[in-house]
C-alpha cells in the first residue's frame, strides 16, 4: 500500500472550514485515498474515500490533485465535535483490501 | 443506520487466560476484520475474513489468535493464554464489498493483569 504523509496536528476555529492535507506520491492507479477519523478511543469513522474525481458528501468534500500525488479532505464548518484524529490512507487491492492506519492529524478545534 | 456491535466494552482478565471478543457485524455484510490499538499507539490490522477463511493476516495474529464466523450473525476473536502485552482496544470491523468502506465498532478494551 502506498505510504501517505500528513501533518502531526493541526488547529481550527470553529465554524470555519478546516483543510486537512495529505501527499500520497507513490500511489497506483488503482488504488483509492480513503479519510477515516477517530475521536478519544472510539472505533474509526469513515468519512468519505475517492479514486481520481473529487467527492463530496454529508461530511465532507475530498480534493484530489490531478495527478493524485496528494489530497486534502475539507471539513465545510467546523464544530468542536469535530476534534479527532484524522486518517487519511492509500488502500490497496489485495484480497481483503485491508486498511492500513498512520499517525493521521490531530485537528484541535477552538472557539 | 446499521452499526457494527462489540462485546463486552470492556474484559479484564489475568495473564494466562484464554479471552473471546464478540462482534455482530452489520447485516449484509461479507467481508470482517479484526483490528487492535494500544494505548497511544496506532491502529493495526490483526486479521481480515471472508467466504468462512482467513484471507489476510499481519505478523501479530500468531498462533495465540484465532477467529471463528459461528453462526450466521457473530465474528469472533479468540486469544489463547493472554499476556500483559496483549491489553488494548480491538475493533471489529466489516464492509459490504470488498472496495467498499469498512465500518468499525467502538471496540473492546481488553486489560490483561
Known amino acids: 500500500d502506498a505510504k501517505t504523509t500528513q501533518p502531526p496536528s493541526m488547529d481550527c476555529a470553529e465554524g470555519r472550514a478546516a483543510n486537512l492535507p495529505c501527499n500520497h506520491s507513490?500511489?497506483?492507479?488503482?488504488?483509492?485515498v480513503y479519510w477515516y477519523r477517530q475521536i478519544h478511543s472510539q472505533g474509526p469513522q469513515y468519512i468519505i474515500h475517492?479514486?481520481?474525481n473529487n467527492e463530496t458528501n454529508e461530511m465532507a468534500s475530498l480534493i484530489i490533485t490531478e495527478d493524485r500525488k496528494s489530497s486534502t479532505l475539507i471539513l465545510p464548518h467546523a464544530t468542536l465535535r469535530d476534534t479527532a484524529v484524522y486518517y487519511c490512507?492509500?488502500?490497496?487491492?489485495?484480497?481483503?483490501?485491508?486498511?492500513?492506519f498512520g499517525t493521521g492529524t490531530r485537528l484541535q478545534v477552538t472557539l | 443506520e446499521p452499526e457494527v456491535t462489540q462485546t463486552p466494552s470492556h474484559q479484564v482478565t489475568q495473564m494466562g487466560q484464554e479471552v473471546i471478543l464478540r462482534c455482530v457485524p452489520i447485516?449484509?455484510?461479507?467481508?470482517f476484520y479484526w483490528y487492535r490499538q494500544i494505548l497511544g499507539q496506532k491502529v493495526e490490522f490483526l486479521v481480515s475474513?471472508?467466504?468462512?477463511?482467513?484471507?489476510?493476516k499481519s505478523e501479530i495474529f500468531d498462533d495465540q489468535f484465532s477467529v471463528e464466523r459461528p453462526d450466521g450473525s457473530n465474528f469472533t476473536l479468540k486469544i489463547r493464554s493472554t499476556k500483559l502485552e496483549d491489553s488494548a482496544m480491538y475493533f471489529c470491523?466489516?464492509?459490504?464489498?470488498?472496495?467498499?468502506?469498512?465500518?468499525f465498532g467502538n471496540g473492546t478494551r481488553l486489560t490483561v493483569t
Open positions: 470491523a466489516s464492509s459490504v464489498g470488498l472496495r467498499e468502506p469498512l465500518h
Open positions: 507513490t500511489i497506483s492507479g488503482n488504488e483509492y
Open positions: 475517492g479514486l481520481k
Open positions: 490512507i492509500v488502500r490497496g487491492t489485495g484480497t481483503a483490501s485491508k486498511l492500513t
Open positions: 447485516s449484509n455484510h461479507l467481508y
Open positions: 475474513f471472508y467466504n468462512n477463511e482467513i484471507s489476510e
